[in-house]
């Protein structure tokens, strides 16, 4: 096994670095990738069973969800039940958290907020999708924990990461204390180190928004665009459009080759379209801990007090450069308001 570290291996490695830690989280973040082990498989023969399409229902959110939405759900909750290191799942296809009240699950240290499938509506034309998830130490010290206890600021998480089952299958998290990523092999089953110590690069040449919503978008972020598409040689403009409408599978390229995915607040979804404990969250830390920014256009995205479970927001995430360009035209063409408020609403 010389030259090969694994997943486990890496992580019993870095438990040391917590002077609390008794185990608890290795084995969580264990669970979560046995899990995204069992999707992988699912996903990658999505065309020979009978797992694509739609499901037939919606979640609390009124979006259709496809069968391997529902599938992937089910296995993290599973995973995450019979592990018996976190006391509620709080996801994106539930209307309301999900509660372990196991004798093992209900004093148990941790809460994690997943989304089981991000990109879903890509699943069914073969392109790439993923899984996002975050962990948070319960706050409450007795008795069962309580939605207060989901409803944490980003800067709060302990751990957080995303899975990309692409032309390979990843697994890249962070607890606070830089970004690793890992390949999935195949042949042993094993999530492998392939991208130590992961770093945004400061300034890029991507951007990444579904412009197709041009007309609803804020005048700010309508300027960043024209900023992006003008000939400059200095700042290597005009920059390059890349939009594949998974989040991961867009915020992975840039992380990788530097970039700007923006889901800014349209006329149609006035708070944003993406959610904040589900995937705003969750992407802000990695991408911070790997030396970029994430913003909701004016607020560090870590920064918003949550309110609500399903809570939305807008987003500008990756190379700092870029994300301080985007708030610079944000602040002068569409102020938001204050950190503090129900939500982050323009004023368009
Ligand atoms: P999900 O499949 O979990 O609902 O997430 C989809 C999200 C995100 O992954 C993606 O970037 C965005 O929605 C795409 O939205 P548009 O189709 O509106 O561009
Ligand atoms: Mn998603
Ligand atoms: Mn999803």
Redesign the pocket.
């Known amino acids: 096994m010389s030259g090969i570290k694994t997943l486990g291996q890496f992580i019993i490695e870095k438990q040391a670095d917590f002077s609390y830690a008794k185990g608890e989280l290795s084995r969580l973040l264990r669970d979560i990738g046995i899990a995204s082990k069992i999707v992988n498989r699912e996903v990658n023969k999505a065309g020979l069973v009978d797992i694509l399409g739609d499901a037939g229902t919606t979640n609390i959110q009124g979006?259709g969800q496809k069968k391997l939405d529902v599938y992937a759900n089910e296995q993290f909750i599973s995973a995450l039940t019979s592990g018996g290191e976190c006391c509620i799942v709080a996801t994106?296809e539930e209307d309301d958290f999900v509660r372990i009240d196991s004798p093992v699950s209900q004093n148990a240290k941790y809460i994690v907020c997943i989304?089981p499938?991000?990109?879903?509506?890509n699943i069914d034309v073969n392109v790439a999708v993923g899984t996002i998830f975050s962990i948070y130490r319960r706050k409450s010290i007795e008795g069962k924990a309580t939605l207060a206890d989901v409803l944490q600021k980003g800067t709060e998480q302990v751990a957080a990461g995303y899975v990309i089952y692409g032309s390979s299958t990843m697994l890249v998290y962070t607890t606070g204390k830089g970004v690793n990523g890992f390949t999935l092999d195949p042949s042993i089953g094993e999530f492998c180190l392939s991208h130590p110590d992961m770093k945004v690069p400061e300034d890029g040449t991507i951007y990444s928004i579904?412009e197709g919503n041009y007309v609803h978008f804020p005048e700010g972020v309508k300027k960043y665009l024209k900023y992006a598409q003008v000939e400059d040689l200095a700042t290597k403009r005009p920059y390059t459009s890349r939009y594949i409408?998974?989040?991961?599978a867009?915020i992975h390229r840039n992380l990788i080759k530097g970039g700007i995915y923006m889901?800014p607040t349209t006329s149609a979804s006035p708070n944003g379209?993406?959610r904040l404990l589900y995937e705003c969250n969750p992407m802000a830390f990695i991408i911070e801990q790997a030396g970029g920014t994430a913003s909701d256009g004016l607020n560090r995205i870590l920064d918003i007090v949550p309110t609500e479970l399903h809570q939305r927001t807008s987003i500008f995430i990756g190379s700092p450069k870029m994300v301080k360009m985007a708030e610079i035209l944000m602040e002068e063409y569409s102020p938001v308001k204050p950190l503090g408020d129900i939500d982050t609403v323009q004023v368009v």
Not at 117 to 121: C, F
Not at 245 to 248: I, Q
């Open positions: 979006e994106e989304d499938l991000d990109g879903s509506s579904n409408g998974s989040m991961v867009d889901y379209k993406l």
